[in-house]
């Protein structure tokens, strides 16, 4: 048990849940159109089968920033299509600077058509994922019915048109259940539509 706690801690860390926090500098907040952009991305999982529609995803209470050391290479990890190769892609993800992603509360609920989304409280956080606490994977369960998922999610860095977006997504479901992922958004007339995604970790 004490294993697979530390293995879930390592995951969470992994997802940036323990990323510097200055508690002394004022912090911003996510606009409207950030939560249509994780709308988006959770939305993705509601082409998955059936039994895992309308699981419960907690959704932790801060931002988190994506673990990439050189932007400029970051799409050859991704499936090579029109969208890594696209010059404007290039250039918008190769010049992003990881000081870009900010850390700050989300406050709001994120909508979503096929899940039950609960958004954790600082609190609940440490309570179940904090370095102190003695909670295990099944005591959530235990807590949270239908528990699927803990999902941490970067702020999002827009292109200066607003018309593309990279936003980082970590999915944690047990000590050795995880991935990290960047997802690549397109802006149509409909709204924002994830049309790439790089993978950055998994476990």
Not at 156 to 173: E, F, G, L, M
Request: charged share 20%; net charge neutral.
């Amino acid at each position: 048990m004490k294993t697979a706690k530390l293995v879930l801690i390592c995951l969470m860390i992994s997802a940036g849940l323990w990323d510097c926090r200055d508690s002394n500098n004022p912090t911003p907040q996510s606009n409207e159109m950030d939560y249509q952009i994780y709308k988006a991305i959770v939305d993705m999982d509601c082409i998955n089968p059936p039994a895992r529609q309308n699981n419960l995803l907690l959704v932790d209470y801060h931002t988190t920033k994506p673990l990439v050391d050189d932007w400029a290479v970051i799409l050859r990890r991704g499936k090579s299509d029109s969208v890594t190769t696209d010059p404007a892609w290039q250039q918008f993800v190769g010049k992003i600077d990881s000081t870009q992603f900010t850390v700050h509360p989300l406050s709001e609920p994120i909508p979503t058509d096929c899940h039950q989304l609960r958004m954790l409280t600082q609190e609940q956080s440490e309570y179940y994922f904090g370095p102190r606490s003695t909670r295990s994977l099944q005591d959530i369960k235990n807590d949270f019915p239908n528990f699927d998922a803990v999902l941490y999610f970067s702020s999002v860095v827009y292109s200066a048109d607003q018309t593309k977006a990279v936003c980082y997504r970590s999915r944690v479901c047990g000590g050795l259940c995880g991935t990290g992922d960047l997802f690549l958004l397109k802006r149509y007339p409909t709204g924002w539509r994830v049309v790439n995604m790089v993978m950055l970790w998994i476990a």
